[in-house]
T-cell receptor
């Protein structure tokens, strides 16, 4: 079955600490993986996608096919990173997304 | 800039009422989606559409229907609202770039 798992509902860190938001997936094939973010009172938006191999707002994510993981990382968290983060998967030949349940990141000053 | 708008930010309806949620996008996208967003459950796909007059069921279509008469507009219909349909409803549109979707601001629906 196709599934995206985000084991943490809430992750709290202090400003300047490293952050890792976990995402594991189940998919028989070659999925594309994404991170979407929703800041307070803003709409959900794409943060990054694994095929781009880019760093957005200091965040990176590496697709590990062996561990079927796509964890989101940032070496030094900022208060403005506080938001709801969703990991999502897209299968081959489809534009549908399967979302995880989300992780709320709180960064304290 | 892609713009996805939803007809209402907040709605309060009574059990049994017919509810229309409308979504409009201005980027000529082929794909449009309706999700509901619930705490602890994430986003769940209700229906999606790849073209005008075309629709496909998502993961939780029961109790909902959709209409896409024009490319830019995708409507979600609750034929007879129930309290368990109280939720945040998100509309999204997407171009041919796999997995990239643009979301509306959401409609928070309360069914009493």
């Amino acid at each position: 079955a196709q599934r995206v798992t985000q084991p943490e509902k809430l992750l709290s860190v202090f400003k300047g600490a490293p952050v890792e938001l976990k995402c594991n997936y189940s998919y028989s094939g070659s999925p594309e993986l994404f991170w979407y973010v929703q800041y307070s009172r803003q709409r959900l938006q794409l943060l990054l996608r694994h095929i781009s191999r880019e760093s957005i707002k200091g965040f990176t994510a590496d697709l590990n096919k062996g561990e079927t993981s796509f964890h989101l990382k940032k070496p030094f968290a900022q208060e403005e990173d506080s938001a709801m983060y969703y990991c999502a998967l897209s299968g081959l030949n489809t534009d549908k997304l399967i979302f995880g349940t989300g992780t709320r990141l709180q960064v304290f000053p | 800039d892609v713009k996805v708008t939803q007809s209402s930010r907040y709605l309060v309806k009574r059990t049994g009422e017919k509810v229309f949620l409308e979504c409009v996008q201005d980027m000529d996208h082929e794909n449009m989606f309706w999700y509901r967003q619930d705490p602890g459950l994430g986003l769940r796909l209700i229906y999606f559409s790849y073209d005008v007059k075309m629709k496909e069921k998502g993961d939780i279509p029961e109790g909902y229907s959709v209409s896409r008469e024009k490319k830019e507009r995708f409507s979600l219909i609750l034929e007879s609202a129930s309290t368990n349909q109280t939720s945040m409803y998100l509309c999204a549109s997407g171009d041919s770039t796999r997995g990239t979707q643009y979301f509306g601001p959401g409609t928070r629906l309360l069914v009493l």
